[in-house]
């Protein structure tokens, strides 16, 4: 797996260089790999920690893997470059569900031996 993380505004970019663009937004993205509204507003507005929103965010991917497994392994063996976007910030070190996320596919490739290379924040 080849990955990118990036903002959501990149995609024009991505698009110049044939990568494939997984959009993981509440808003215009695919429920598999998004957060919850409830749980973005509560995050942004400070009602719960980066550390509950990081627990609820993985146990919502726990569920997904186990429920779509045919959307994850065409993202686990994509042929070309991916790139997972939202539209946080892209600052380093900002907390973002996109960097959580690369997180949870570099175990899973790690456990089932699927080659993964990370290639940072597309800017």
Known sequence: MQLFTCQMSKWRQ????????IDTT??????VWSPTWDMVMRVKSGVISDEAYTAAYVGMMRYSYLHYPDEWNRLLYAEGPVAIAC?????????CHRHLLKDILEKICLSRGIPFEYYGEFI
Not at 26 to 31: I, P
């Open 26 to 31: 509440v808003k215009s993205g695919h429920s």
């Open 14 to 21: 991505l698009k110049d260089r044939n990568i494939e663009l």
């Open 87 to 95: 539209y946080c910030s892209s600052t380093p070190g900002t907390f």
